[in-house]
């Protein structure tokens, strides 16, 4: 299952921004936990946070912690990204993906990257 991203853009430090991530239609009933994945230039992949299937138990890296906020509604999509005070190091391109819901958030089996989205954050 590859998911959409969208919400990226230029801010200055300080700033907020929300990411969502949407689901493709065939895919959008089925219940599992979604994490949001940074990668910055030259740096590998890492998971920021998820957010589990039903019961809405989240996960944060120390990274992210108290600035960003994932949630999702009962609806379940789109998983949004709440984005605030937002710092030079924080520039990356952002992804999201069905995770199995742990401290490391790791990808599901079934689950690939998008394209993801870039978010700029200037000093």
């Known amino acids: 299952v590859q998911l959409v991203e969208s919400g990226g853009g230029l801010v200055q430090a300080g700033g907020s921004l929300r990411l969502s991530c949407a689901a493709p239609?065939?895919?959008?009933?089925?219940?599992?936990?979604v994490g949001w994945f940074r990668q910055a230039p030259g740096k590998e992949r890492e998971g920021i946070s998820c957010?589990?299937?039903?019961?809405?138990?989240?996960y944060y890296a120390d990274s992210v912690k108290g600035r960003f906020t994932i949630s999702r509604n009962n609806a379940k999509w789109p998983v949004y990204l709440q984005m605030n005070s937002l710092k030079p190091e924080d520039t990356a391109v952002y992804y999201c993906?069905?995770?199995?819901?742990?401290?490391?958030?790791?990808?599901?089996?079934?689950?690939?990257w998008g394209q993801g989205t870039q978010v700029t954050v200037s000093s």
């Open positions: 957010v589990a299937a039903s019961n809405g138990d989240t």
């Open positions: 239609r065939f895919a959008a009933q089925a219940d599992y936990a």
């Open positions: 993906a069905p995770v199995v819901f742990r401290d490391d958030c790791p990808v599901a089996d079934f689950g690939s």
